[in-house]
């Protein structure tokens, strides 16, 4: 599974023992106390977290990996977004005591990130100018939603 990140948060969990994985993306972090949303960080860890252990992983076992973060857009420099969203992930990683095994957040370069969900090994490469239209595009899209929310329909998916 792969994603494409700039100011968006990817977590990936694995199960090491049971060789289960899945990635999420996380737009904003903290949560809307009006509605559930996956866009939303708290939303996305629980059906990650919940997901991965209704197929058979030990939440003791879970290690987490994560990247992101990144400030692409010139014009949402001052609302470090990116580094909010990691800050939400490692308090989030730490008070629920799943180690961060690795970590990439910040710079100003949107990320490919490849995980693979029965070794846990995840692969992260700066992506050239090619991808920025989609990450610009995604953004600002994002930076919109948080003002029109769209309430969550049930299903999840893990890359």
């Given at each position: 599974m792969d994603t494409v990140l700039g100011s968006c948060v990817a977590v990936c969990l694995h199960d090491p023992v049971h060789r289960i994985g899945g990635m999420n993306h996380i737009l904003l972090p903290g949560?809307?106390?009006?509605?559930?949303?996956?866009?939303?960080?708290i939303y996305a860890m629980e059906l990650l977290i919940n997901e991965l252990m209704k197929r058979g992983a030990d939440r003791k076992r879970m290690i987490a990996k994560a990247f992101g973060g990144a400030c692409v857009i010139p014009g949402m420099q001052q609302m470090l977004i990116g580094d909010h969203n990691a800050q939400f992930v490692r308090e989030f990683l730490l008070t629920e005591r799943i180690p961060l095994?690795?970590?990439?957040?910040?710079?100003?370069?949107?990320?490919?990130?490849?995980?693979r969900t029965d070794t846990g090994k995840a692969i992260v490469h700066s992506v050239d100018g090619s991808y920025l239209p989609r990450v610009v595009s995604e953004e600002k899209s994002y930076e919109k939603a948080h003002l029109a929310d769209v309430l969550y329909t049930g299903e999840i998916t893990l890359f």
């Open positions: 949560k809307n106390l009006n509605r559930v949303n996956t866009r939303y960080g095994v690795a970590q990439r957040f910040g710079g100003k370069q949107a990320v490919l990130v490849r995980f």
